[in-house]
């Protein structure tokens, strides 16, 4: 998180109020845009981890999803140097608070998706490093760690539609099925408890409403977060046949619905 965040702070560093106002890889949003709701975000992050600090909890946002959306509008406009002090700040709160966790803190529960303060962390950690992407200052996905694209494939899990089983093959990495439902995905690198192998498990759910995606790592991770894969690398397959991409459910979101 602390190198994600560094990371993000030199992306954005000569950034001119021009450059904030040029659009950004995500559609209909600026620069601006996606520097007010990284702020945002880590306004919210050390938000609960301060109530969980105390025992309680409270909304990721304050104002609930009107409020996020607000608070992005606003910020897009302002001028570069008020964004990055913004984010500044916020990001210096929220790694602070971060910081001064203890080993038990971490297990501590928090609103943001009904989780514990670990959970804060990962989502802080995902959104610094594909927003600082989708900033299109150059930097692709293709720098994205090994780490993170593996953390990626068991968070967008969530985005594979009900009857389906993604069996995704990144290079030089194991395979692993992911799946909506956790009991039909079971990943070849993770031990089995009772019952057959995890192995012989994971050829059986395989070999059922399977599709397979093969190529780069940073490829794949880029695909199931909705981001643009850079290396080109990317092939599915079903029955052995070359097949489209399949499409994925939307990015979970981490305010409930109303």
Known sequence: MEAAASDFRGRIASL??????APSRLPGWSRG???????????????????????????????????????????????????????????DRALSAFRNLGDADWTAPISYRG????DGGLALWRELVIHGTDLGTGGEADAWSPQ????????????????????????GMAP???????????????????GPSV???????????????????????AWLAGRTPNLGSLRAEAAADGVDLPKLLPWPSGIPAK
């Open 16 to 21: 001119t109020d021009t450059d904030v106002r």
């Open 33 to 91: 845009h996606v520097l007010a709701h990284v702020a945002g975000v880590a306004g919210a992050m050390a938000r609960q981890l301060e109530y969980a600090a105390r025992g309680e909890t409270t909304d990721l946002y304050e104002g609930g999803s009107d409020g996020r959306n607000r608070a992005i509008e606003e910020g897009a406009v302002r001028s570069a140097d008020r964004l990055r002090g913004e984010l500044d700040d916020a990001l």
């Open 115 to 118: 989780g514990v303060v670990r």
């Open 148 to 171: 993170f694209c593996e953390h990626l494939f068991g968070f967008l899990s969530a985005r594979v539609p009900a009857g389906m089983r993604l069996r995704v093959q990144p290079f």
């Open 176 to 194: 692993r099925v992911l799946s909506a439902n956790p009991e039909s995905a079971l990943s070849p690198a993770s031990p089995s408890e009772n």
């Open 199 to 221: 192995n012989s498990a994971w050829i059986k759910t395989a070999s059922v409403n399977t599709i397979s995606v093969n190529g780069m790592a940073t490829d794949i991770a």
